[in-house]
């Protein structure tokens, strides 16, 4: 007989071992968005008689069979499928936040997970300290913030590329303002501030500059036949912003002629000399200069041209070997 009961202990234990269930929550979102419904289902299925919900030590609900019992703190919020043992909670806060324990005894089991509950973006706004400004000599300060929206991070676009840090380009404030030092031209944007957190993300309306710079970049073009008793014009071009004006020389005398393009007609001899271009900003305060020498030749006293195309061909055929020839 002792024999016996020796045999069956292992059995006992066994069957209170195989009562215990090995189950895991998983929740319908996580992190979750505040404002939305969360559900925690026990995965895999079980089917349960009796348990209790709770959040860190605060209880949220018990059952046995169909009778459902709510604490205060969530009362109105949250419901349980008694069979399933799956709680969904109604309109979560950030405050929802929290390690949830299920416990049940009949299956025996426990389960515990973490949720996190963010509050999402919402109207992302971007604040300038100017939106006219001087190349190289403005600084260029811009600040985005949200009206709601937890642990928000931050990042910036200039048209399509993001804005990184360098020896101009200062993000500062978790990257939530941007600083750009002595602007260039290129800095006109269009900028945008994008927020974004684990359960959402948001976008700035775009903040386009303008950027006063130049005149640089200055260049003649001449066109017209370089004779006597010819027609020429010569154009004169800038970067700048607004764009320049400009004024003409010949030999460092002023021309009474204004504009980008100097025009002059059936020119002689005496014409020949250096032409200056002077451009002016008066937004930057800034002049510049370019000077072409032209020369003005009679028509007697200049070689014919040939085409560039005519003579590689003549001196191919001149290369080409002559078949027959001794």
């Known amino acids: 007989m002792e024999k016996k009961r020796e045999w069956m202990l ?16 998983q929740p319908s979102a996580n992190p979750a968005a505040a404002g939305d419904n969360l559900t925690l289902s026990l995965s895999p299925p079980v089917s349960l008689t009796a348990g209790s919900w709770a959040v860190g030590s605060s209880l949220i609900l018990t059952w046995v069979g169909d009778q459902v019992a709510d604490f205060a703190t969530h009362r109105g919020r949250a419901s349980v499928n008694v069979v399933s043992g799956a709680l969904t909670l109604s309109s979560i806060t950030v405050a929802d936040s929290g390690v949830y324990v299920m416990q049940s005894s009949n299956p025996t089991l426990k389960a515990n997970t973490s949720i996190t509950v963010f509050e999402p973006i919402l109207n992302v706004r971007l604040e300038v300290n100017q939106t006219n400004l001087t190349e190289l000599n403005s600084l260029l300060v811009m600040k985005c913030s949200v009206s709601s929206g937890s642990s928000p991070s931050f990042l910036w676009l ?7 840090g360098s020896d101009r380009v200062q993000l500062t404030d978790g990257n939530s303002t ?11 944007g269009p900028f945008t501030c994008v927020a974004s957190n684990p359960v959402s993300n948001g976008s700035s309306s775009p903040q386009s500059f303008n950027i006063v710079y130049g005149p640089d970049h200055m260049a003649l073009t001449v066109n017209g036949s370089l004779f006597v008793g010819s027609n020429l014009t010569v154009l004169c071009s800038a970067q700048s912003n607004p764009p320049a004006q400009f004024e003409w020389a010949f030999r460092g005398e002023s021309v009474n002629q204004t ?8 020119v002689t001899e005496d014409q020949s000399g250096p032409y200056s271009c002077v451009g002016f900003n008066n937004h930057t305060n800034r ?4 000077t072409s020498h032209i020369t003005i030749t009679s028509a007697g006293s200049t070689q014919p041209t040939v085409n560039t195309w005519l003579v590689s061909l003549l001196l191919l055929v001149m290369a080409a070997p002559v078949h027959g020839c001794l």
């Open 10 to 25: 292992p059995v006992v234990l066994l069957t209170l071992i195989q009562a215990s269930v090995a189950v895991e929550i």
């Open 287 to 290: 002049n510049n200069s370019v």
């Open 259 to 266: 504009g980008p393009l100097l025009e002059l007609y059936n």
């Open 158 to 164: 200039n048209g399509s590329s993001e804005v990184r």
């Open 178 to 188: 941007l600083n750009i030092v002595n602007v260039t031209r290129y800095d006109h």
